[in-house]
Structures are given as C-alpha cells and as structure tokens.
C-alpha cells in the first residue's frame, strides 16, 4: 500500500524489481496520471444538458445567433422556448393541484397532518407522541389505522351514539375506533432519502447550468466551426458545434428564464412531495 497525499495515490520511487514488476509499476503510474487528467477535464468542461428542454433553450439561441440569425435557426430557437412555456406551465400545474389537494382539501376533509403520532408506539403509554388525534393513546398496536379506516370507523361509533343516546355509555366501552398514526417512522424518513433522491438529478442538472452560465466567456463567440477541408463532399463531417462564449445580456436572460424556474420548480416539486410524505 503506498500512502495518498491530497486524495492521489503517492507513485512508487524505488526499484520496481523490489516491490512488483515492470508492469505493476506502469500500472501504478498510469492509474495516476490518468486520475489527474480526469480530474482536470471534468473541472474545465462544461456541456449543455442533453435530452432537455433546458439544454435546447440554451444551445440553439445561441446557434442561431452564430448563424446569423438565419430563418430556420431563429425558428428551432423560438420553438424551443415555446417547449419551455408549455413545460413549466404543466408541471406547475401538477404541482399547483398536487399541493392544493394535501394542504386544503385534505383540510376540509378533516385529515390532520400525520406528524409524530405514535413514532414511539414500543414506548406507549406514556412516552412522547403516544396520544392520537383522537384523545387516547397508542396502548396497542392493533389500534393503529391509516385515515380511511379511521375516519370509517370513527364515523361507525359517532352514528350509534347519535342512533342510541340511552346507551352512550356502553357504545364507548365496546366501540373502539382505534387511532390514526405512523406506521413505522424508520419507513418514513426512508421514503423521505429515496424521493429526495429521486430529484437529485434535477439539482445536479441546475448546478450544471449555473456553472455553465457563470464560467464560459461573456463575449459573443461562435458555437459552430469548421475546419479549412469542409469545403468538399463530406462537409458535415468537418463541422463542429461547441460550447463557446455568451454575450451578457443572454447569460441574463438565461438564468432568468432557464435557472431560476429551474430551481424554482425543484424546490416546489421537494416541499409538495415531503409533506405528501408525511
């Protein structure tokens, strides 16, 4: 074992011989020189985000202007942008109705939020979180119920109350609806990390496009180019689109267009998933 210094592994300056052979020691040099160059190229390298609506709003504005603005490129580029319009406005929609059925129609319904009820049920009577929204405590598991089965079996008991007054007293002893809770809190936070990242993704995809924006050059250079032999036969074979500078005012553009409901719809998407959740 060679010992590492800032994360890479220290290269072998003995004897080959000594330690491994020939082509051990090759081995070792090459695995490091090839971390570096890795290393390097990931830093230096920013692409636009391919197979996304994103990445079409970035890049062909930018071909477009590169061209000159010719027809086609202008149309690809506004196309794009109307891809974009109809793409943030359905998902924040889904969203919009997603959210508003947790957190008011849910409401009306009478459905509380699940919170801590019962997180400590082995705990039960009387730890922390053992009373349920119906007054009584988790003293046994068999009276846990998700909110249908509660709400149905609430409703039974309130209608022979209502049904049978004189008998009250026995219908409270014998009627138990049980207690709407958490079923396994481990469960939950689990479900809370795989939906979390489930979305990563996007979040990686948004910090792409920020590093994007903010390091190529702020000045208009050209995203295709092609070398002294396109002019023959195979043209197309000597045409090369690149990722190259933005002027200023695109780079606004694109982060107030681009990155920002980016990360917007991100952060609405996280916070109507965890409390669907929950």
């Not at 390097?40 to 990445?55: F, Q």
């Not at 007293?169 to 958490?182: K, R, S, T």
């Not at 702020?218 to 074979?237: F, I, N, R």
């Not at 500078?245 to 681009?258: D, E, I, R, S």
Request: hydrophobic content about 45%; glycine content about 6%.
């Amino acid at each position: 074992m060679h010992p590492s210094i800032n994360g890479y592994s220290k290269v072998p300056t003995d004897d080959p011989d000594s330690d491994a052979d020939g082509e051990t020691f090759s081995a070792y040099v090459a695995s490091a020189l090839a971390l570096i160059q890795s290393t390097k190229t990931l830093e230096n390298s920013y692409n636009v985000e391919a197979g996304s609506v994103y990445g079409a709003c970035v890049a062909l504005p930018q071909l477009a202007r590169t061209s000159g603005w010719s027809l086609h490129y202008t149309v690809f580029a506004v196309r794009s942008y109307l891809f974009l319009v109809m793409s943030l406005s359905l998902q924040t929609f889904l969203i919009y109705m997603l959210a508003t059925e947790e957190r008011i129609n849910d409401k009306f319904s009478g459905q509380m939020h699940l919170c801590n009820f019962g997180s400590r049920m082995e705990l039960c009577p009387g730890a922390a979180d053992c009373t349920g929204p119906g007054g009584t405590d988790y003293w046994n598991p068999s009276r846990l119920y998700d909110w249908r089965m509660w709400a149905l079996r609430s409703f039974v008991k309130s209608s022979f109350e209502a049904m049978f007054p004189q008998r009250l007293m026995d219908i409270q002893a014998n009627v138990d609806p049980g207690e709407y809770g958490l079923e396994s809190y481990p469960l939950r936070s689990v479900c809370c990390l795989i939906f979390l990242l489930g979305l990563w993704p996007n979040l990686s995809s948004a910090k792409q496009l920020a590093d994007l924006l903010v390091h190529i050059p702020t000045s208009a250079e050209p995203w295709m180019h092609m070398d002294s032999k396109g002019l023959g036969e195979d043209t197309a074979e000597h045409i090369t689109f690149q990722v190259a500078g933005m002027p200023l005012h695109w780079k606004v553009f694109c982060a107030f267009t681009l990155l920002i409901p980016k990360v917007y719809i991100w952060v609405l998407t996280v916070d109507a998933g965890i409390v669907f959740i929950m």
